[in-house]
């Protein structure tokens, strides 16, 4: 069995998205073992609850500094033997020694083709507020693993959507969300799964 766990913030659809997934076999043989939220009124939290999957929150300002937080995030994940960890609209900024613990085990979505509208700054309704504001004409969302650069790791699977003339953030977001998030993520935990991709000098190959 493929263990999963998966970290989030808010909302928690990318999350449903695997859960729907795995309970309608188009990811095989994989379980969810843990959703951590670094907010205890996160959604996710409840879908999650919904499907019978244990729940951890773990907030920063409950710990001293960001560093005896990411230890105690570090143990619990460590605990659980995880073969894959997916940031799925987590809004926490991991430091090196969390990605180093965890090395090309982590993929994180982002709502925009990056290296466009990603890194600092750059998370939720405020990717698609500025691919408006640049009058983009395509955007879409990247799967790609976790380094100690936000957003830089190596690209696993990039999906296009075409942007609306008359597209607010919020109606940008729904189908960047219906037309990739929701598609790209679980094809990307079937590729790592399958063992379908290597990466050779921080690119994404298939094997
Ligand atoms: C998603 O659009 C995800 O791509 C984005 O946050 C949203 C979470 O929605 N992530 C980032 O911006 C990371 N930089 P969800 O909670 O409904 O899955």
């Known amino acids: 069995m493929f263990k999963i766990g998966?970290?989030?913030?808010?909302?928690?659809?990318?999350?449903?998205?695997?859960?729907?997934s795995i309970n309608n076999g188009i990811i095989k043989d994989a379980k969810i073992e843990t959703v951590v939220s670094n907010k205890e009124d996160a959604f996710a939290l409840q879908r999650a609850k919904n499907n019978n999957i244990e729940t951890k929150v773990l907030k920063i300002k409950d710990f001293e500094n960001k560093q005896l937080y990411e230890n105690a995030l570090i143990e619990h994940l460590k605990s659980k033997e995880l073969d894959l960890i997916i940031l799925a609209g987590f809004m926490v900024i991991?430091?090196?020694?969390?990605?180093?613990?965890?090395?090309?085990?982590?993929i994180n979505?982002?709502?925009s083709l990056i290296p466009a509208f990603?890194?600092?700054g750059y998370y939720g309704i405020k990717v698609h507020e500025s691919v408006l504001a640049r009058g983009c004409k395509i955007t879409g969302a990247t799967v790609h693993f976790?380094?100690?650069e936000a957003d830089c790791g190596p690209i696993i699977i990039q999906k296009e959507v075409f942007v609306n003339d008359n597209d607010t953030a919020e109606?940008?977001?729904?189908?960047?969300?219906?037309?990739?998030e929701w598609i790209i993520l679980p094809q990307a935990i079937n590729l790592i799964l399958n063992k379908q991709i290597k990466i050779v000098d921080n690119i994404v190959r298939r094997i």
């Open 94 to 106: 991991l430091s090196e020694n969390f990605v180093n613990n965890f090395e090309n085990k982590i």
């Open 171 to 180: 109606t940008l977001q729904k189908r960047v969300m219906e037309e990739a």
């Open 118 to 120: 990603s890194g600092a």
């Open 6 to 20: 998966v970290l989030v913030s808010g909302g928690g659809t990318n999350l449903q998205a695997i859960i729907d």
């Open 146 to 148: 976790v380094t100690e």
């Open 109 to 111: 979505i982002h709502p």
